[in-house]
């Protein structure tokens, strides 16, 4: 057993780095260094595809260019203020409009990008039978530590978007505050695009995880995961 698995090891070891080296031609879709493709769907390298543009916002302003997302880049805020912003798009569309634009992350924006593309609209056709047109949030940066806390928020650096709604196609709206402890398919739907959120983004607080959250999903990159 011991050499079976000292074999599998070196397999792997060489094949990384012939890789790396360049002496094996990897098809793009198995080859870890090609970007993301945020329209193509999730498989086991996304993850790591993932976590790299999140470490190099080239790599990540690359990946969100070929995005559904309508944004504008946003220069970098002064070092000296209380919550400066790095590598920052003021995000305007997806499929769905929004209630108001919002500043976000590169890497937010990503996972937001791939969150709505992979799962939010085709969770809405599924369950409900018909697009999200529109997703109500409760705004993204907010200069403010957590509550109780001495800690930032993930809201402090644009890495936080606070999801309240969805309004669908036939103008009526779907919302954390009033469906999700009710019964049928709006709450169906929500606890599915909760779960969803899961994958995509790092933590995702909604109204199981406290009293702060009964009306809303917050959906956050670079922090711990948590999925409640
Ligand atoms: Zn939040």
Known sequence: ???????????????????????????????????????APPDWLSGWRLWRLR???????????S??????????????SDCPLRNVVRVRAGHAAFSASFLATCPLAVSYALFEHHDLQPLAREILGQSVVR???FGS???????????????????????GAFRLADGRSVNVAGHWRSEGTEARFLRAVRDAACQHFQAVLGPEYDTAHQDHFHLEVGGFGVCR
């Open 135 to 137: 997703v109500e949030h």
């Open 141 to 163: 940066f907010a200069c403010r530590r957590i509550g109780g806390s001495q800690r930032w928020s993930r809201h402090a650096s644009a890495d936080a978007l606070d999801v």
């Open 55 to 65: 470490r190099d916002p080239a790599l990540c302003a690359q990946v969100l260019a």
């Open 67 to 80: 995005s559904q997302l309508d944004y504008v880049s946003q220069p970098d805020s002064r070092l000296d």
């Open 1 to 39: 057993m011991r050499w079976l698995l000292l074999a599998v090891l070196v397999a792997v070891l060489g094949l990384a780095l012939g890789v790396q080296r360049g002496w094996l031609e990897l098809p793009p879709r198995w080859d870890p260094r090609t970007p993301l493709e945020v329209r």
